[in-house]
């Protein structure tokens, strides 16, 4: 999502690069390129004018400043206007001062609701909260066992009408699970309501109904980012008709242009709260707009790299691989389970898509093969405990042993054993330089 504006600004805004002074018509010209690349993108007209007026405005204007040449002003004029396109802030969810919060989902059906109260559940639990989910959506027929199915995967409870009471009242549903998460001390209620395939007004009324009887603290809206400029119009007839506190932007893992999703704040008013990104519970984070901007700018979402990282450091775990790494005694277990570290982090295409001037990766992105990586795995779990600690033992009808077990070539296993020392005497070599 966002590859095509993102390599579109970012080349616009190299041309500038080495230009000592930027003349008026330099500024004009760039103003032109953005507005196209944002057109192209889907970003909503309204939206792309009051974006350029600003941009030349402050681009024009702009105090000479030391610390920045004319180049680095105007990217940092366009990041600024861009996080401000976003919503500027990161909004948190709004947490009732008597439990439960209550939180609605609303949206067009396959917008991507349901799986998003599982990443949502799942999320808050990782919070301390303990959130319940609750089935409204009565319309469609698999939409109560689908999320139960989602809140087993999130391991959270899950509030449904009892089967074979034909089809309830969602608003019943929805003000009965509000008593029973009091009574059952869940603090946090995700109420999924049904979708519509199109704006429909007899749906819509319902969600409205919903919310008044529940009195939301959060509506959120759900909104799939594939569906291009519809994804403004569709926000805009669930704003007049049910209202929403904040958007969720859905499948920006897909190759659509987006940009339109990107209008909806701007549009709408109301904040981007949480992006998913993939079918997974675990592809899902609340949305930055600084770090949304610098991505798409090209810079590298270095930030949310570093979170995850924090997320799933083990900090004893990676001093004592360090420790190892200076005497050269790292061994194969040490790689295996730094290896398991880095991939807790999510797919490695993702995570290098994060590094700044991934733009300019993308062919070498293609090419990191998951696959690879789960043999490294296997071969290394096919070996016994002792050659993991002492791979200089694993010798021919070791290796034989090991690439039969786990379903490889001899030569795979001869190949892993070469990089690793080869690795390690390169690593101690390093740690020599830097004293480690
Ligand atoms: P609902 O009708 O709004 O409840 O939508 P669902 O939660 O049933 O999602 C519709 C489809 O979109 C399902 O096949 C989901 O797996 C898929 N989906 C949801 N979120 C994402 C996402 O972020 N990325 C991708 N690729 N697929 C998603």
């Known amino acids: 999502m966002f590859d095509t504006l993102s390599d579109r600004l970012t080349s616009v805004l190299q041309n500038l690069r080495g230009k000592g002074r930027l003349t008026e018509a330099d500024i004009d010209a760039t103003a032109r390129e953005i507005r196209i690349a944002l057109l192209e993108a889907d970003v909503a007209l309204s939206v792309v004018r009051t974006f350029i007026a600003k941009i ?6 702009a105090e000479v400043s030391a610390a920045l040449n004319p180049a680095q002003q105007v990217v940092k004029i366009v990041n600024e206007e861009l996080v401000g396109i976003l919503g500027g802030e990161t909004r948190r969810l709004n947490l009732a001062k008597t439990a439960p919060t209550v939180i609605m989902l ?79 001390q869940h603090d946090i209620v995700i109420v999924d309501t049904a979708g519509r395939l199109g704006v429909d007004e007899e749906l819509m009324r319902q969600a409205a109904d919903i919310k008044a009887a529940i009195g939301a603290d959060e509506v959120l809206f759900v909104v799939d980012a594939m569906i291009g400029q519809d994804a403004v119009s569709t926000a805009e007839a669930f704003r007049d008709g049910v209202g929403f506190t904040g958007v969720v932007l859905t499948k920006l893992d897909g190759d659509a242009r987006g940009g339109a999703a990107l209008s909806v704040r701007e549009v709408t008013g109301a904040p981007i709260m949480f992006a998913s990104n993939g079918e997974g519970l675990a592809d899902f984070d609340a949305f930055h707009p600084d770090r949304m901007a610098s991505r798409i700018l090209g810079m590298g979402d270095v930030l949310t790299l570093i979170e995850q990282a924090e997320q799933h450091f083990d900090q004893a775990q990676a001093e004592k691989a360090a420790a190892k790494i200076g005497t050269g005694e790292l061994t194969l277990e040490d790689f295996l389970e730094q290896m398991l570290a880095v991939r807790k982090m999510g797919p490695i295409a993702n995570l290098l898509g994060m590094l700044p001037g991934a733009g300019q990766m993308k062919d070498a992105l293609a090419q990191v093969d998951e696959k690879h990586i789960d043999r490294l795995q296997a071969i290394i779990r096919g070996m016994t405990p002792a050659e993991r600690q002492d791979p200089k033992m694993i010798n021919a009808s070791r290796r034989l042993r090991i690439a039969k077990g786990s379903g490889v070539e001899v030569r795979d296993v001869n190949d892993l054993v070469n990089r690793f020392f080869d ?14």
């Open 106 to 184: 609303a949206g067009l059906q396959g917008a991507g609701k349901t799986t998003l109260a599982g990443k949502l559940a799942k999320w808050l639990k990782g919070q301390n909260h303990t959130p319940m989910l609750v089935a409204c959506d009565l319309q469609r027929p698999n939409a109560v066992t689908q999320l139960q199915v989602v809140g087993q995967r999130a391991e959270v409870d899950v509030f449904a009408p009892e089967p074979g009471n034909g089809v309830g009242d969602p608003v019943d549903v929805a003000r009965r699970s509000i008593e029973e998460a009091r009574r059952t």
């Open 56 to 61: 030349k405005e402050r681009a024009k204007g």
């Open 423 to 436: 690795a390690r005497k390169m690593m101690q070599q390093m740690a020599g330089r830097f004293g480690m």
